[in-house]
């Protein structure tokens, strides 16, 4: 089995920052590409940040204030957050698309939440 795990989230004041991680495990053979995700209630799921390779895409809501990096070795994703604001508060998720061995399959986080106080 194949877990991916968050932490990191909390309460912040605006403006201050928060550093999330996901780390995956299990059986891996390698890892495609790895996302944060958001949702609030009421909302739809909101892509925030995925990388790929050397490549990293953003959300135009968080572009300059978040950063997705990774630790390879330990099979671990970053996302640092910055100057955080009241609509920054949600959910946030990791997903990674994984080869296991035998096929590739996508897996979800169970979240963490954020809570950015105004």
């Known amino acids: 089995q194949v877990q991916l795990v968050e932490s990191g989230g909390g309460l912040v004041q605006a403006g201050g920052s928060l550093r999330l991680s996901c780390v995956a495990s299990?059986?891996?053979?390698?890892?495609?590409?790895m996302g944060w995700y958001r949702q609030t209630p009421g909302k739809q799921r909101e892509l925030v940040a995925t990388a790929s390779g050397d490549s990293a895409n953003y959300a135009d809501s968080v572009k300059g204030r978040f950063t997705m990096s990774s630790d390879n070795a330990k099979n671990t994703v970053y996302l640092q957050m910055n100057s955080l604001k009241p609509e920054d508060t949600a959910v946030y998720s990791c997903a990674a698309t994984v080869f296991d061995g035998r096929a590739w399959n996508d897996y979800w986080g169970q979240g963490t939440q954020v809570t950015v106080s105004s």
């Open positions: 299990g059986s891996i053979s390698s890892i495609n590409r």
